[in-house]
């Protein structure tokens, strides 16, 4: 993607700078033999000088490059970054994104990155908690780029998880102005700007924090097994799915009990879990059984076990058996169940 070579470009630019100051700025930004970086403390440390002392060198040398002859004649090669973050993101691209775009050694990165700190062409903003470093060329762009982000943030639920067509329709809408200028791919680098929204391993989207997104464990990785079959699944299924889909080792007796202490799943038959939020209601079958019989007064056999296999996969024998219970709930002479009173 690059036309000349970050290594020279540096070298010469730093040749304009006495040792110090050249060492200071090579040792920052991992410019040396080892690749590298340095923080202000340790430069401080290795010349018994403060941090705040180091970092005054640091700006010296960086402005004492751009102010010298050398420095102009790179001018070509500073046109051209611009025109990479032009190209890679209409005018704003995250820092890690457009590292790895332009390579995949990370001693070239620290060079590239270097020549993108002393350039005049384009501007960094600093990592925030809602976005991380980025890089722009527009500020109107950046501007109206990190609004949207913040807008398409505001419309997730915490847990909402929706697919990547979702969420760049959303961000869409919030680039009415933008969207004919800028194509897909674009986009979604614009989305990666965010540190509030982010994909999961299945490439779903929502809240960053959300266990959805952020998945830590076994409990995480069975939710997405669970969400993306759609009905209820047997332990044993999700602990193989979840080894088939992430390549995480996942022991039955652990899933099952990782899915026994999440609220976010509710036991609806003998070892299968459904989703709580599919509607279903924890408890036993007397539990539910219960539940209905409030809910809707005195039903008959039939209308019952229709009721309960809708929130449990069990037989309908086990459901007229635990209708029998007396102190529970009451048969009537036309032939309805209810409450006992």
Known sequence: MISFK??????KLLSVLPPRARDVLEKRYGLGADGATHTLESIGQSYGITRERVRQ???????????????NEFESVFTEMQEIINKLGGGIVAEHVMLEELSSNQDLRNHIYFLFVIGHPFYRSKESPAYTHRWYTEKK???????????????LNRDDLITEEEIINRFREELIDLTDKYDE???????????????NPLGEWGHSASPNVKVKGIRDYAYLVVKRHGSPMHFR??????????????????????????????????GLYALTEWGYSAGV???????????HGPLTKEEIIDKVRKERYVKDNTIVVNLQDVNLFKRHSNGTYSLSE
Request: no cysteine.
């Open 6 to 11: 970050p290594k020279q470009v540096t070298k």
């Open 57 to 71: 060198i640091e700006n010296y040398g960086i402005q004492s490059i751009q102010k010298s002859e050398v420095y």
């Open 141 to 155: 762009i950046a501007d109206t780029v990190e609004q949207a982000l913040k807008n398409v943030k505001k419309s």
């Open 185 to 199: 791919q674009i986009l979604k680098r614009w989305l990666l700007i965010s540190k509030d929204i982010a994909s």
């Open 237 to 270: 299924e999700v602990a193989e799915a979840i080894e088939a889909l992430f390549s995480k080792k996942a022991h039955t007796a652990t899933t099952h009990n990782e899915l026994i202490k999440d609220e976010r799943f509710v036991l609806v038959g003998r």
């Open 285 to 295: 079958v007397k539990d539910v059984l219960r539940d209905i019989l409030e809910q």
